[in-house]
């Protein structure tokens, strides 16, 4: 990859953990303001898979083995 390539793939990572922050700070907000149960749930199961999608796309692209390296 190209240094291009990765300002992308960073850029991507940073919206993503933007998101997040959003949805932990929503779910503040609407769990202290006495929002419905599952909306805050909701929140909250939103923020778990933009963090397992951080991960993920953060273990496909910047520590994943380009194929032609696991061949002999």
Do not use: C, W
Request: charge should be negative.
């Amino acid at each position: 990859m190209n240094e291009a390539h990765f300002a992308e793939i960073e850029k991507t990572l940073l919206y993503i953990s933007e998101a997040r922050e959003r949805a932990e700070r929503a779910t503040k907000a609407l769990d202290k303001d006495g929002a419905e149960p599952h909306l805050v749930e909701a929140l909250t199961a939103a923020d778990a898979e933009l963090a397992d999608l951080h991960l993920r796309l953060l273990q496909a692209t910047h520590f994943a083995v380009p194929k032609p390296q696991l061949t002999l």
